[in-house]
């Protein structure tokens, strides 16, 4: 095999489902409420277990959910739903006791808000009556509805949301110092190694990297040969429902990075906001978590000095890009093949690097995210946040090389086919 230095010398709806959260106040318990009362079977399925998965537990808490009669009785005679069919079988800590309490309208939930009068309220559109009112009152809300874009990752957020402002600045300082010795114990390195999902990346094998840090994503953990041969020194996903959420794929995404994280004992980068609900149910990962702060105004190509980075679209570009670019000053890209205009959803994978057979329960966990992506628009933000990316690091200095085609421009650029090395 070539070094890559050697190689690149040749000429080349909003809707229904949400809850009310009602902060917790000394000698009293934190409802958790859910609007609107549910009168479809599958509804209520996929948020009573949702609800014990992401909520939290204890005497602290409770999560009432309002049903119809009907759902009631079923559930009164044959007990709780069973697990959709779409969800996986995901490692568990303690479940959240969720009460299901029937009612034929609004008036049992507008008692309950009246009661507790949350100070914080999680909701979804289609309010009715004098709720519309009470709510308005609440001020801070969001949705949990499936039917909605980004409803389904806010189950995955939930539980951080908990944190107070001490145990937030603790959890930050720790992840940052966790982060700085990891990488001081590495050998020090002049280049960086950054792997897509994308077809290209079956090349990786002609290819040698040890000359510099190995940083891998998402589903490609799946391929054990390919891991072993690029021995990852760094391990980043950072989606709300394909890494953090309840469907079958991704609980089986969470199976392989158990495994993956106990084989190769690397860091795993991933947004704070899913981190709290991942350490609950995965404590024997807990040593490998390094949960990212999504706080900084601009982008940051020095996490070593500032462990923030800023809100954009896709991994590559909140995590990857910054934190290959933090390491060194020579960054090189393989797997990000780009969407093409044939492409279905987002963009192509080879099946050895991600679960194909399980994406069909994925949609139809979170049908309305599917159903409301612009997928042309996220790819075109997609690329200029990344040109805005790998401009301002070559204005420091730093040189970014794909060493595949891309129909991403930023990377086709960059690509060390279309011109010498520098």
Not at 237 to 244: L, N, T, V, W
Not at 286 to 313: D, G, M
Request: hydrophobic share 35%; charged share 25%.
């Amino acid at each position: 095999m070539k070094k890559i230095s050697e190689i690149l010398r040749r000429p080349v709806s909003e809707g229904l489902g949400a809850f009310f959260f009602s902060p917790r106040r000394k000698g009293r318990k934190t409802t958790l409420l859910y609007y609107p009362v549910f009168d479809d079977p599958a509804e209520f399925a996929y948020h009573f277990h949702s609800a014990r998965y992401f909520l939290p537990s204890g005497d602290d808490y409770e999560a009432l959910l309002f049903v119809s009669p009907e759902i009631k009785g079923r559930f009164d005679s044959e007990g709780p739903p069973p697990m959709p069919s779409y969800f996986g079988q995901c490692p568990w800590g303690e479940p959240a006791e969720v009460e299901v309490r029937e009612t034929e309208g609004d008036s049992g939930l507008l008692a309950m808000l009246r009661e507790h009068r949350p100070a914080r309220s999680f909701v979804c559109s289609g309010l009715t009556g004098a709720i519309v009112g009470l709510v308005a009152r609440l001020g801070r809300f969001t949705t949990v509805d499936r039917q909605s874009t980004w409803g389904g990752s806010e189950y995955a957020v939930f539980r951080s949301t908990l944190q107070d402002g001490d145990e937030l600045a603790a959890q930050r300082i720790a992840a940052h110092k966790r982060f700085s010795s990891y990488v001081d114990s590495l050998p020090q390195l002049d280049k960086s190694y950054v792997f897509g999902t994308g077809p290209s990346v079956e090349t990786a094998y002609d290819y040698d990297f040890s000359d510099g840090y190995r940083i891998v994503c998402n589903t490609m953990i799946k391929n054990r040969r390919l891991m072993e041969h690029i021995r990852p020194h760094f391990m980043v996903a950072a989606d709300g429902i394909y890494h953090f959420g309840l469907s079958r794929y991704s609980c089986r995404f969470r199976e392989d990075l158990g495994e993956f994280l106990a084989r190769w004992k690397c860091l795993f980068m991933l947004p704070e906001w899913f981190c709290t609900n991942f350490v609950y149910h995965h404590k024997g990962l807990e040593e490998f978590a390094v949960p990212v702060p999504y706080t900084s105004s601009s982008i940051n190509l020095r996490l070593k000095e500032r462990f923030e980075v800023k809100t954009l679209h896709n991994v590559l570009n909140q995590l990857l890009l910054p934190l290959a670019s933090s390491l060194s000053n020579s960054v090189y890209l393989l797997g990000f093949d780009g969407r093409k205009a044939s492409d279905s959803h987002f963009w192509r994978s080879t099946e050895s690097v991600n679960y194909e057979d399980l994406k069909p329960f994925h949609q139809e966990a979170y049908p309305g995210f599917f159903r409301n992506m612009d997928y042309v628009n996220y790819a075109v933000t997609q690329e200029r946040d990344a040109e805005k990316i790998i401009s301002l690091g070559e204005s420091m200095g730093k040189r970014y090389i794909s060493l595949n085609e891309s129909s991403n421009s930023a990377l086709h650029r960059r690509y060390s086919g279309n011109r010498p090395p520098a």
